[in-house]
């Protein structure tokens, strides 16, 4: 029965005109992919000379240090995983490489390369994407028909009093329709492993299980819909509508909602507190700024300077640190706004399969909002590791001859995902079971 | 092997069967007479257990179809007035394929042989049967029945749209059929071939059935008149 079953399908033109243009522009988000981590290839090479050359030029003449740190950028770089290349994410907009002095941080979290942003309007032709909103296309364009087209057709008749049970034809085309499709899916991941160099870790493990439930999902929800034996236009309206639901208006209402739910005042209001407290202490005695100052940090206070107002690189970067403190607050707390959108995001996830699919695949991708607070969390800390590293130079008077520059490379930030197995595997596989039960019992009816 | 005690379907405000009550033994062919809308094909369509009855009985070789829809199929073959199988599929693929389902895997040979007994040429058999006739997806349609080994075959307006010759053909591998022993019910608007196959006639007036005659007792041309008074 099987073998007429295939041939029936790969029969069907437009059928494996779906299968071959699906692998076609699989190929080409791999490609994109691949053209993203050569790109940051090249980022971080081109930082890393950059680098060295700012040291050179700004350590050629003797002076101050304070001078010489004014202008010397650090670079920490966001490393994405190989895995990136098939989730580009949130890297699409935010910069995997940030260069910071040791001056105040807030303002220069947001101080990146040039970057156009309409080249971000049409979003990147990841696989991700392609996974997320083409693969169900197909799925839908390849399914939607199977019980309907026997019915108007009038094969269904024959084929009802010949089996006495339709449930195992409709299960075993879609099994039919599910083999091509993952072997797609497969075929594609397979290229992708050999063209960037996968590694075949639990990470990627846990991506390709992901996208093989999501898939599982849509194939389950085909049926579920195909299983109420209505008519072939019913069935295709019903499954883009759906489609469209669950890829678009849904997550675009959640995100209202969300952003309504979590409003985020403390952007603005970080940047505006770093600006005053930076700009007002250049009017307020410098004498309060460096007490504040020592307060903090009492192990650079020092007897050798007279605060009267006049510009000392004691009292710049005491001002530089204090205009970071006053606007803490505020940091953390946008953080921890950014924190809750996510998990409501998430949680709204567990309900829609194609948005669980999305936040996790970044997840496991390193591109998600998660990475990019662990990323900014990084920064603060190698911003606050090269200060308290020149903060006795700078406090000694010392001058740039005194420091060993060659120690100050490049540095890489490389995160870990914490996908757990549970909360990748459980919500798909809840919403997969209820709509096979629920089809399992409409299909009965038809037998 | 069939019967139907006191048969009843609405639809709605529509009554499309009256009190049917027919019994039919093994080896009977029955042609049921009657205009269009008599409640010809909705008779078939309760054996078929594809609709339920409002009210009464179907048996099929004693088993209930309202209670055991499932069980009486694979006694059963349903020939209607169109036999519509897959256009990509070869003749004799279409017949593999429709045994399979059944639950019969034939050989080759066996195949041919099925196809051979229906009178369609071997030089079609491997043709895709969007290249057939109308006749020759009947004989298609016929080889299904008759490798699913089915008891009863019920034909809907079986030689409707067939040329003389494909008619002719038709008409006496039914016969062929009831004498090997399988119960034929057929519904049909055609006087003579009812005369010429059938054991059995009824016909059928808005869903109730008016008469029920011996063929034998009867010429194509009696028939046809006792069927014009009646209708």
């Known amino acids: ?447 | 092997m069939l019967k139907a005690t006191n048969l009843h379907k609405k639809y709605d405000n529509n009554t499309a069967l009256y009190g049917l009550n027919i019994e039919l033994k093994k080896g009977e062919v029955y042609a049921l007479l009657g205009q269009n809308g008599a409640g010809k094909s909705t008779t078939i369509n309760i054996f078929l257990g594809f609709i339920k009855p409002t009210s009464g009985e179907a048996f099929i070789n004693g088993i209930s179809v309202i209670e055991n829809p499932q069980l009486i199929k694979k006694d059963i073959a349903y020939i209607p007035e169109t036999v519509m199988l897959y256009p990509e599929l070869t003749g004799i693929e279409n017949l593999d394929f429709f045994s399979k389902i059944a639950g019969f895997s034939y050989t080759h040979k066996e195949l041919i042989d099925f196809l051979i007994l229906t009178g369609l040429q071997e030089s079609a058999h491997h043709r895709k049967l969007k290249e057939y006739s109308k006749g020759m997806r009947q004989k298609v349609g016929i080889a299904i029945a008759v490798a699913k080994n089915a008891k009863v075959l019920f034909l809907d307006e079986p030689t409707s749209g067939l040329d003389p010759i494909a008619t002719n053909e038709f008409n006496e591998l039914i016969c062929k059929l009831g004498r090997e022993g399988k119960t034929i019910f057929m519904a049909t608007h055609d006087i003579f071939n009812a005369t010429k196959v059938s054991t059995k006639i009824g016909i059928m007036k808005q869903g109730k059935l008016i008469q029920q005659l011996d063929s034998k007792d009867f010429t194509p041309d009696e028939l046809q008149e006792l069927y014009i008074k009646t209708i």
């Not at chain 1, 966001?78 to 490489?97: Q, Y």
């Not at chain 1, 870790?201 to 195909?226: E, K, N, P, Q």
């Not at chain 1, 675009?252 to 770093?274: D, H, N, R």
Request: aromatic letters at 14%.
């Open chain 1, 1 to 447: 029965m099987n073998k007429y079953l295939y041939k029936q399908f790969f029969q069907n033109k437009v059928y494996v005109f779906s299968l071959i243009l699906l692998f076609l522009l699989g190929i080409v988000s791999i490609h994109t992919g691949v053209t993203f981590l050569e790109k940051n290839n090249q980022l971080m090479q081109d930082a890393t000379e950059y680098q060295e050359q700012s040291i050179q030029k700004n350590t050629a003449h003797e002076t101050h240090i304070g001078s010489t740190l004014y202008y010397i950028k650090f670079h920490l770089f966001n490393e994405p995983n190989k895995l990136t290349a098939l989730n580009i994410g949130m890297r699409d907009f935010t910069p995997s490489l940030k260069g910071v002095t040791i001056r105040n941080l807030e303002e220069q979290k947001y101080n990146t390369d040039f970057y156009n942003p309409t080249s971000a309007l049409a979003g990147n032709f990841d696989f991700s994407f392609v996974l997320i909103f083409l693969f169900p296309l197909i799925i839908i364009a390849i399914n939607f028909n199977i019980l309907s087209q026997e019915k108007e057709s009038g094969t269904l008749k024959l084929l009802s009093l010949q089996s006495g049970n339709i449930k195992r034809i409709i299960d075993t085309k879609l099994l039919i329709r599910f083999l091509a499709i993952i072997s797609i899916y497969f075929l594609l991941l397979l290229t992708a492993k050999l063209w960037i160099g996968i590694a075949l870790d639990s990470t990627f493990s846990l991506f390709i299980l992901l996208g093989f439930l999501y898939i599982l999902f849509w194939f389950v929800l085909c049926r579920f819909i195909i299983a109420s034996n209505k008519n072939t236009s019913y069935n295709a309206l019903s499954l883009i509508i759906i489609w469209i639901g669950i890829n678009f208006i849904v997550p675009m209402i959640s995100f209202v909602l969300i952003q309504k739910m979590y409003p985020i005042e403390e952007a603005l209001q970080t940047v505006i507190e770093q600006r005053d407290g930076y700009h007002n202490k250049w009017d307020e005695p410098q004498k309060n700024t460096i007490d504040k100052f020592h307060n903090i940090y009492p192990q650079f206070k020092t007897n050798d300077t007279i605060f009267n107002n006049d510009f000392n690189w004691k009292w710049y970067y005491a001002m530089q640190h204090l205009a970071d403190v006053e606007s803490m607050k505020s940091s953390i707390a946008y953080q921890s706004k950014i924190k809750a959108r996510n998990n409501a995001a998430k949680l709204i996830g567990y309900f829609l399969p194609s948005m669980h699919t999305l936040i996790l695949s970044s997840e496991l991708a390193l591109s998600d909002q998660n990475n990019i607070l662990a990323y900014e969390n990084k920064l603060k800390d190698f911003h606050k590791e090269k200060r308290l590293h020149f903060y006795p130079l700078i406090f000694s008077n010392q001058d740039s001859t005194v420091e060993n520059w060659n120690n100050h490379k490049l540095e890489k930030f490389k995160a870990q995902s914490n996908v757990s197995i549970l909360e990748l595997l459980l919500p798909l596989f809840l919403i997969i079971t209820i709509l096979l039960i629920i089809s399992h019992k409409k299909l009965r009816k038809l037998c």
